[in-house]
């Protein structure tokens, strides 16, 4: 599986952002995808998470201002963050997990810069 992000750049606070994340590759077999961030200094951490079958979450310090969702091709992934707050300036990293039996593989996208900043 291989991942491209993009859609990141400077938007100013109580802007919003949709940042993308085209898979290729073994598409079909991923279980979940996720989006993950890493502000300078800090663990990485994860912001949102889908499954294949459509469940979603936001973590907590997103939630009420985050979307994560998948289109029907399952080929691209999205994150829709609204209100944006300068501590949500990180870099953010597509995940895919593919679980096959006796392991879990992972794998990331090359990141994408989001500078929350007036």
């Known amino acids: 599986v291989q991942l491209q992000a993009s859609g990141g750049g400077l938007v100013q606070p109580g802007g919003s952002l949709r940042l993308s994340c085209a898979a290729s590759?073994?598409?079909?077999?991923?279980?979940?995808m996720a989006w993950y961030r890493q502000a300078p200094g800090k663990e990485r951490e994860l912001v949102a998470a889908i499954t294949s079958g459509g469940s979603t979450d936001c973590a907590d310090s997103v939630k009420g201002r985050c979307t994560i969702s998948r289109d029907s091709a399952k080929s691209t992934l999205f994150l829709q963050m609204n209100k944006l707050k300068p501590e949500d300036t990180a870099v953010y990293y597509c995940n895919a997990l593919l679980v096959v039996p006796g392991s879990v593989n992972a794998y990331w996208g090359q990141g994408t810069q989001v500078t929350v900043s007036s």
């Open positions: 590759g073994s598409i079909f077999s991923i279980n979940a």
